[in-house]
């Protein structure tokens, strides 16, 4: 079967989302002559604001969406939480890249972590908790309990050390059907960011080192410095997953490694990821542009290192800095144009590249 005809510049590609993910893949996509429209609810849209146009929706207004996907040529989603209802009737006019099974996968833990261990790629020993029997039987606990769909950023979860806090955890959660995850005793936290294209050609970004704090990403930095042993393992992960899912665009998969040097897959998210953003200022191609070329059926880029970088997230009122940020020769600044700095509220980021290694080329 022939592939698809790349979408050339000049074209129309959909986003289903409007922060900042879908704010820098609109200004990639401007950058290699495409025009972004914007499907999103609200009324004050960051990626609208760099787009050629906004469709101001609910995500279960088919009419709105039908309007939406007449005006494009491809669609893709910038957040995992998309209903999976929006994208199929979005299928339906024009495709959607990476589709909806990323998606289905992505929004259920339960799903997600059977669907790794499928492929091969391991995870913390896990159960599900869906009822009273399942808390009195429970046993990987230290552990953390989740809630299976519409937890990010730490949200909708809660550290257990034995059944009786178990209990009462998933009481708060509102007795929702919950994964118990083990505690991992990881040495670091890292992501693979894996791009693959129509034509089925993968491509890992180098491997990200990753600091959270209160469940909410920090910093990464790339080299990593792992061994590798690890970073192969993890880009390994990557590559499978990706054509496990038969991915058109991108998917980060977050990953710990433990202190015996093992690789377990904690989640994925089929879209741009923020432990990505390092892209912008310091390799070959972004992880934006990647996505671009992706769905529109272009050959990937280049994922050479250009520098070594350390990418800071600006959390609310951290973005105030910003005149500090400016006078730093070695630090870009992103602000996304959000209006209200509410604490944990993601309001830009700068990645500090560190010309010494500037030229290397290093993929992991
Ligand atoms: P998540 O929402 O699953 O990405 O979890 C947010 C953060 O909580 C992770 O980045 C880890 O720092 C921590 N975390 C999540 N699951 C585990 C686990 N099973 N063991 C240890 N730490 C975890």
């Known amino acids: 079967m022939s592939l698809p005809k790349p979408l050339p510049p ?16 609109a200004l990639a996509a401007a950058r290699l002559g495409y025009r972004c429209v914007i499907f999103a609810p609200e009324d004050h849209v960051v990626a ?5 146009g906004h469709v101001r929706g609910a995500y279960d207004d088919t009419a709105a969406l039908a309007g939406f996907a007449a005006q494009v040529d491809v669609i893709t989603y910038e957040f995992e939480n998309v209903p999976e209802a929006a994208v199929a009737e979005c299928l339906r006019h024009k495709p959607v890249r990476p589709g909806v099974r990323p998606l289905h996968l992505a929004q259920h833990r339960l799903r997600e972590k059977a669907f790794f261990r499928g492929l091969g790629i391991g ?11 399942d808390v009195a039987a429970a046993t990987a606990l230290p552990g953390i309990l989740k809630t299976c769909t519409e937890g990010y950023d730490g949200k909708g979860q809660a550290r257990v ?35 693959r294209g129509l034509d089925g050609a993968t491509r890992c970004f180098p491997i990200g080192l990753n600091h959270h704090r209160d469940g909410i990403l920090r910093t990464t930095i790339v080299p990593s410095g792992l061994p590798a042993g690890s ?6 992960f990557g590559v499978e997953l990706a054509n496990g899912l038969e991915l058109v665009g991108l998917v980060a998969l977050e990953m710990f490694v433990t202190k015996d040097g093992r690789v377990l897959a904690n989640e994925m998210a089929p879209r741009p990821h923020n432990s990505g953003h390092w892209t912008i200022d310091a390799c070959a191609t972004s992880q934006f542009e990647q996505l671009v070329r992706a769905i529109c059926g272009l050959p990937l880029g280049p994922i050479e290192t250009m520098a070594a970088s350390r990418m800071e997230n600006l959390i609310g009122d951290e973005a105030d800095g910003w005149a500090r940020y400016l006078a730093d020769p070695t630090a870009r600044l992103h602000l996304y144009g959000k209006g209200d700095a509410r604490p944990g509220r993601k309001m830009g980021h700068v990645t500090y590249v560190l010309p010494s290694a500037a030229g290397r080329r290093s993929t992991t």
């Open 161 to 195: 050390s034995g059944r009786a806090e178990l209990a009462t955890a998933w009481e708060k959660l509102g007795r929702r059907e919950c994964v118990l995850e083990a505690l991992v005793d990881f040495q670091c936290e890292i992501s693979a960011i894996v791009a």
């Open 231 to 236: 970073l192969a393992t993890a880009e390994r």
């Open 123 to 133: 995870t913390a020993d896990y159960q599900p908790i869906a009822n009273a029997a």
């Open 48 to 52: 609208a604001e760099v787009a050629a």
């Open 10 to 25: 000049g074209s129309t590609i959909g986003i289903l989302g409007g922060g900042q993910l879908g704010r820098m893949t």
